[in-house]
């Protein structure tokens, strides 16, 4: 049968999209070129971080803090339809200063904060060392957000997989699609090696590959790899009670004692893989936040490609070829975001006027003049 909305992608995005749309009525079809959940999305460390993350600018923190609060209703609706536990909880995180400049920055962070009405904390060395005793007592105080919060990102894609599959979604995976078609100004399909499938509207969910799919009206580095290098191990008990950032890294602990620290920021294109200078990297960072790290083993490592964009914001919504979407180039937020990304996409659908934010994450912005 003929779907109402085609996807390409299946991270962490496109299963979002596809079960919102779903939910609207719509027939949807996933294309994956790969599994769901092969890129990205299942390499993300599922920190749920605006207050650390976007404090700079009002518009990111108030996008993500709505998205948190999004994830957070998206928990309890997958636990009760699917008795499925996601992860999310709201652990708070907490970020260290190690000299006086880094100080400074925090007590700049906490009033940027408050004058937007988020809670946080100034903690001083032993304040730190009380609340967490296995961080680096080097540390001269540290800013806690409470209301932040993390998510385990592949039981997050594999249980809204499932329920977009309930509500009628098909996924059709080692589908990659090799074109966009459009004619007369709006879109018809797309082309899988000689097949088309043919929809009257098509969301590009493609995170670092997004615009490198011939037909689409954009340069094709305007969504562009960054590469992130992880490491995991396992501490008894749990290391931390919160996400901890510091040193430019970060250490995210589960309740089961897993940790994950991260990341490398590599501009190295699609090359995949781990180097010695990247684990080096990682270990300083969570070594630098958690000297006890030292003695832990290294479990898992691995990396991945955050989509980046030019101007640090996710395009997201229509683009000036009718019936075209774009629901990508999230970058480190594309966790935190995922929900939010969804709402916003199928109010585009319904034809809701735009909001301030939805214009400010418009694909047109990037968009090339067609010829
Ligand atoms: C190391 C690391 C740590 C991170 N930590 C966090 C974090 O703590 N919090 C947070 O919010 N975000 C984090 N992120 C960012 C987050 O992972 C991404 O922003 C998000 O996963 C992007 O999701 P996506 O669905 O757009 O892309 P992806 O998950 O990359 O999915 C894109 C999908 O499209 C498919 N595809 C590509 N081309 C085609 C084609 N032509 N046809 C069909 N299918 C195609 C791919 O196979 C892939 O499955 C992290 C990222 C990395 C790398």
């Given at each position: 049968m003929r779907p109402d909305v085609i996807v390409v992608g299946g991270g962490l995005m496109g299963c979002s999209v596809a079960y919102r749309l779903a939910k609207d009525g719509a027939r949807v079809l996933v294309l994956e070129r790969?599994?769901?959940?092969?890129?990205a999305s299942s390499a993300a460390a599922g920190i749920l971080g605006p207050s650390v993350e976007s404090f700079e600018d009002a518009l990111a923190l108030q996008l993500g803090r709505r998205s948190r609060e999004l994830h957070a209703e998206l928990a309890d609706e997958l636990d009760e339809l699917f008795?499925?536990?996601?992860?999310?909880?709201?652990?708070g995180v907490v970020e260290l200063a190690f000299d006086e400049e880094e100080i400074a920055a925090l007590d700049a962070q906490a009033s940027t904060l408050r004058l937007h009405g988020v809670r946080c904390d100034r903690w001083s060395r032993e304040e730190l060392m009380e609340e967490e005793p296995a961080a680096n007592s080097d540390a001269l105080g540290a800013l806690c957000i409470p209301e932040d919060a993390q998510v385990e990102p592949k039981k997050l894609l594999s249980a809204v997989a499932l329920g977009a599959e309930h509500d009628g979604v098909t996924f059709q995976s080692?589908?990659?699609?090799?074109s966009v078609i459009v004619e007369g100004g709006r879109v018809r399909g797309v082309q899988l090696g000689d097949q088309v499938i043919e929809a009257d509207r098509l969301v590009v969910a493609a995170g670092s590959w997004t615009t490198l799919i011939p037909g689409l009206p954009f340069d094709s580095e305007t969504i562009f790899p960054v590469r992130g290098q992880m490491i995991a191990t396992e501490t008894r008990p749990p290391i931390f009670r919160r996400v901890v950032f510091g040193a430019g890294g970060y250490v995210v602990t589960r309740p089961d004692g897993r940790v994950l620290c991260g990341s490398t920021m590599e501009r190295v294109g699609f090359q995949r893989g781990i180097t010695f200078g990247g684990m080096a990297d990682v270990i300083r960072k969570a070594t630098r936040i958690a000297p006890g790290l030292r003695d832990a083993a290294i479990q898992e490592h691995w990396s991945s490609f955050r989509p980046g964009t030019p101007d640090g914001l996710p395009l997201v919504g229509e683009t000036r070829i009718e019936g075209l979407f774009l629901a990508s180039g999230?970058?480190?937020?594309g966790i935190l975001l995922a929900p939010l990304t969804a709402e916003l996409i199928a109010e585009a659908m319904a034809g809701k006027p735009g909001s301030r934010e939805s214009e400010a994450l418009s694909p047109k912005r990037f968009e090339e003049a067609q010829g």
């Open positions: 790969s599994v769901p959940g092969a890129e008795g499925v536990d996601v992860g999310f909880r709201r652990c080692g589908s990659t699609v090799r999230h970058h480190r937020n």
